[in-house]
């Protein structure tokens, strides 16, 4: 009887362990995305100062300067343009 006690507590131990494991992963997540939306906001043309606006070219997602100062791409971009 003992025994199946014991089993029993184990259980409900790894279930609740489970559980935290879960909600600690989609607290994870939800503040990574966070920390993405921020840096995105927070990207500015290094030689105007102007705040970089999202514009997808040709498929490939580009931070383009609103005075045409430039256009910068991630590395997934840059190696997807490199293909083509």
């Known amino acids: 009887m003992a025994d199946e006690k014991d089993r029993f507590g184990e259980k ?14 989609q ?3 939800e503040l990574l995305e ?7 906001a ?4 290094p030689k105007c100062n102007s ?3 999202d514009k997808v070219h ?3 997602h580009l931070q383009v300067c609103p005075k ?4 910068w791409l991630d590395a997934a971009a840059l190696e997807h343009l490199l293909k083509k």
Do not use: P, Y
């Open 34 to 40: 966070k920390i993405r939306q921020k840096a995105a």
């Open 68 to 71: 045409n100062d430039g256009a």
């Open 27 to 29: 607290r994870d997540v």
């Open 42 to 45: 927070a990207m500015h043309c």
């Open 51 to 53: 705040a970089l606006t």
């Open 12 to 25: 409900i131990h790894q279930s609740e362990k489970a559980r935290e494991d879960q909600w600690a992963r």
């Open 58 to 60: 040709a498929g490939i």
